[in-house]
């Protein structure tokens, strides 16, 4: 099959919905940024991550491959506006993450619709990594306040349950969404807060945005398929 028809086969699962939503965000993002003559690494980052997003969601592959090149951006302007726990978080968990999905992912692949199977934690489980996630998160506090870092309090808890949130995402699980959607809510104060003192990353700030809107989105379709 060449790339043509690769690229006609998958477009038939995504719904009319999910399509138009994509275009008309991009091209909003798009000409908001040259309006605001935001970032251009901003804007593209922005773009790979929904579309990273909107990937993982349908349970793609391929969803990894641009989430890479997005993670790589994304450190530069953590690290350009002093999230030095966004940054890390980003280059040094999210990275080698990606590539770990791309081999759990292609482990367990519905044949038929070409995406993966979803799964769910049981009651242990989520006690476990809650604990776990709530000890990590007051760790990265204390060292992102020695750092003299922005915003410790809200730097550590998007660093801390981001590590679950990604975790979750390799292993297929639709707690993910819970994670995200407190991820995405937080991260969008931080970078509004951000944005007013001056910064142009409007960019980013609608990027998280709409990942929180996909958050809500892709749970209750991954709910449809979780039983």
């Avoid at 790339?3 to 275009?23: A, G, P, V």
């Avoid at 773009?47 to 530069?76: E, N, Q, R, S, W």
């Avoid at 993450?97 to 242990?124: A, D, F, V």
Wanted: hydrophobic share 50%; aromatic share 18%; charged share 15%.
């Amino acid at each position: 099959m060449n790339l043509l028809n690769y690229i006609k086969t998958e477009i038939k699962f995504f719904t009319r919905f999910e399509k138009i939503f994509y275009i008309s965000i991009i091209l909003c993002i798009t000409v908001i940024s040259a309006l605001t003559n935001d970032s251009k690494i901003a804007l593209i980052s922005a773009i790979c991550g929904i579309t990273y997003t909107l990937f993982a969601g349908k349970g793609k592959v391929y969803c990894y491959y641009i989430g890479l090149c997005g993670t790589f951006l994304y450190c530069l302007i953590a690290f350009q506006n002093g999230f030095y726990g966004n940054m890390a978080l980003y280059g040094l968990y999210f990275f080698p993450m990606q590539i770990l999905g791309i081999i759990n992912w292609k482990k367990h692949i519905n044949k038929e619709k070409n995406e993966i199977y979803k799964t769910k934690l049981s009651h242990r489980e989520r006690f476990i990594y809650s604990l776990i996630t709530a000890c990590a998160t007051f760790i990265i506090f204390i060292i992102i306040q020695a750092a003299d870092g922005k915003n410790p309090y809200m730097d550590s808890f998007i660093t801390g349950f981001s590590l679950l949130g990604q975790f979750l995402t390799v292993k297929r699980c639709i707690e993910q969404w819970y994670i995200w959607f407190l991820v995405n809510l937080v991260s969008v104060i931080m970078w509004l807060a951000a944005c007013l003192n001056g910064a142009h990353y409007i960019s980013t700030l609608l990027m998280w945005f709409i990942y929180l809107i996909l958050a809500v989105y892709f749970y209750l379709k991954w709910k449809k398929d979780v039983h």
